[in-house]
């Protein structure tokens, strides 16, 4: 753990507390804590800090995620929020009601063509020699493949039509970076699933890992899942 990560989850629970609300945190930086008194009826997935290694290297491109949930598990989250802190930019989305970029209503992009589509690709692994291989048919169709350091918000970026998939197959990927971003895309619109095409529904817990696929649309997306092994 990182001070800065700290210092974001502490802003994040003091600010909680100031406005008297009973929740169970679930942070990335210290598991599992009862806040108040109702705490099992509401359960609050954070990761103060997405991307600190952009941060402290002073790379503009880092969040904080916040997702509310009914239960423990990531298709109960109901309210998700993905504060881009360098460019003053937040991302919000309530289930059933739409995607929002500070407080205008957003949708993912209508690209169908992979030579045109800009995609994201977390390879951040010590184990590239396992990843390339699963994704070795994409570096062959798509033209335009970028990371930049912060998945919670490159999520974001799907949402809000900047670009047009984002994919991770690590299995490295926790819960908590993505327990926001997973609402927000997919109440703008877009979709998300495992690499074999399956609904994601896993507890949301600090030690919980994950592969996705999020896409704009659903041409992008069976593309992507014909040249992604799984």
């Known amino acids: 753990m990182k001070p800065v990560d700290l210092a974001a989850e502490t802003a994040i629970v003091e600010t909680l507390k100031h406005h008297d609300v009973s929740f169970t945190l679930i942070s990335e930086e210290s598991g599992f804590k009862k806040i108040g008194g109702a705490s099992e009826e509401c359960f609050v997935t954070v990761d103060p800090i997405d991307g600190t290694t952009n941060l402290i290297h002073g790379l503009p491109f880092y969040a904080s995620s916040i997702a509310i949930s009914s239960k423990r598990d990531i298709e109960s989250v109901y309210a998700g929020m993905v504060a881009d802190i360098a460019h003053d930019v937040t991302y919000t989305a309530f289930e059933g009601k739409g995607a929002y970029r500070n407080g205008k209503r957003i949708d993912t992009s209508k ?23 699963k994704v070795a048919g994409l570096f062959e169709k798509a033209r335009h493949i970028r990371h930049f350091g912060a998945n919670a918000l490159e999520i974001c970026y799907v949402a809000n039509g900047l670009i047009d998939a984002f994919i991770d197959i690590r299995s490295k990927i926790r819960t908590t970076d993505v327990a926001a971003g997973f609402l927000i895309v997919k109440e703008a619109n877009g979709i998300v699933t495992t690499a074999d095409n399956k609904a994601i529904n896993v507890p949301l817990d600090p030690k919980q890992t994950l592969d996705f696929i999020a896409s704009a649309n659903l041409e992008i997306h069976k593309q992507i899942l014909s040249l992604v092994k799984p």
């Open 111 to 133: 690209e169908v063509s992979l030579d045109n589509a800009v995609v994201g690709l977390d390879m951040n692994t010590y184990q590239g020699k396992l990843v390339i291989p």
